[in-house]
């Protein structure tokens, strides 16, 4: 069964971080670039950054450069996504996804373009 899993949300102040994991489970995530989505309440499904499994290279929404790094550790079939200087605006739920897209496109962080998404991992910044 294919299957990726989030964790690592919560509830963070202002300024503090998070680090969200993306296990994958019954598929190598080798060939894929492996996507950090996230949706707040009333609002679209917004890209925030992805990680080519294949070569390492790293694509960001212009939001969250300087602040979030995407990282992965391919023995474990596994993607990180390390959360800095958190603002209240980066509240939502966070989805990773897998998907075969190309980097630094206009359709890097398009939803429709992955094929395999987690379940999602809520993240709260709030004092």
């Known amino acids: 069964q294919l299957q990726l899993v989030e964790s690592g949300g919560g509830l963070v102040q202002p300024g503090g971080s998070l680090r969200l994991s993306c296990a994958a489970s019954g598929f190598t995530l080798d060939y894929y670039v492996i996507g950090w989505f996230r949706q707040a309440p009333g609002k679209e499904r917004e890209g925030v950054s992805c990680?080519?499994?294949?070569?390492?290279?790293?694509d960001y929404a212009d939001s969250v450069k300087g602040r979030f790094t995407i990282s992965r550790e391919n023995a474990k079939n596994t993607v990180y996504l390390h959360m800095n200087s958190l603002k209240p605006e980066d509240t939502a739920v966070y989805y990773c996804?897998?998907?075969?897209?190309?980097?630094?496109?206009?359709?890097?962080?398009?939803?429709?373009?992955?094929?395999?998404w987690g379940q999602g991992t809520q993240v709260t910044v709030s004092s």
């Open positions: 996804a897998a998907g075969v897209v190309p980097l630094k496109a206009t359709m890097t962080f398009v939803p429709g373009l992955y094929d395999y």
């Open positions: 990680i080519s499994s294949r070569d390492g290279g790293t």
